[in-house]
T-cell receptor
Framework: DQQVKQNSPSLSVQEGRISILNCDYT??????FLWYKKYPAEGPTFLIS?????DKNEDGRFTVFLNKSAKHLSLHIVPSQPGDSAVYFCAASKLGGSQGNLIFGKGTKLSVKP | KAGVTQTPRYLIKTRGQQVTLSCSPI?????VSWYQQTPGQGLQFLFEYFSETQRNKGNFPGRFSGRQFSNSRSEMNVSTLELGDSALYLC????????????FGPGTRLTVL
């Protein structure tokens, strides 16, 4: 049973346009969500996070939106740049509990075309 | 500050052998987690160590084990290797016991023939 789902394995966007990556989760105990970016032959790099007490968090070109009632979050990249081409992983965890691990989705490969 | 380092970066083994992978966390980080990444399954949690104790374990068979040393360095061991163990093994470290922002190493690419 996949608790964190990224239903789009790939996404292609034109440079300068908006990229929207989606993520759904099933476990209502999750209360902290993160996005990681991964280039080939490198480990994932932390991008942005959001706590369940918020519905939006912004950092430069990256914004994460959380809809708790729908158990859905999305990452918006505006404007998209060719260097943003990578695999993006959504991850979830439980703050303050006994779980010290992250539950990851399977990733979405973003291609930004010049 | 140096990042998370993992050795070796690449490894080729044959079925039935065992393998040990090493991870050195960022200085000052006491929590180390291990993940397995495969094309079909994404990143799956193996286990987490804090202060030399395994705090949490994922759904992997007993052939997968790990340990953490007093300097926070960690090793994971896979015994009786199977073809399906071919994957990228990632180590991540974080400052405190329960931290959601983990910093990943580059991974060890294990190929089992």
């Amino acid at each position: 049973d996949q608790q964190v789902k990224q239903n789009s394995p790939s996404l292609s966007v034109q440079e300068g346009r908006i990229s929207i990556l989606n993520c759904d989760y099933t476990n209502s105990m999750f209360d902290y969500f993160l996005w990681y970016k991964k280039y080939p032959a490198e480990g994932p790099t932390f991008l942005i996070s959001i706590s369940s007490i918020k519905d939006k968090n912004e950092d430069g070109r990256f914004t994460v939106f959380l809809n708790k009632s729908a158990k859905h979050l999305s990452l918006h990249i505006v404007p998209s740049q060719p260097g943003d081409s990578a695999v993006y992983f959504c991850a979830a965890s439980k703050l303050g509990g006994s779980q010290g691990n992250l539950i990851f989705g399977k990733g979405t490969k973003l291609s930004v075309k010049p | 500050k140096a990042g998370v380092t993992q050795t070796p970066r690449y490894l080729i083994k044959t079925r039935g052998q065992q393998v040990t992978l090493s991870c050195s966390p960022i200085s000052g980080h006491r929590s180390v987690s291990w993940y397995q990444q495969t094309p079909g399954q994404g990143l799956q949690f193996l286990f987490e160590y804090f202060s030399e104790t395994q705090r949490n374990k994922g759904n992997f068979p007993g052939r997968f084990s790990g340990r953490q040393f007093s300097n926070s360095r960690s090793e994971m061991n896979v015994s009786t290797l199977e073809l399906g163990d071919s994957a990228l093994y990632l180590c991540a470290s974080s400052v405190i016991q329960i931290s959601n922002e983990q910093f990943f190493g580059p991974g060890t690419r294990l190929t089992v023939l």
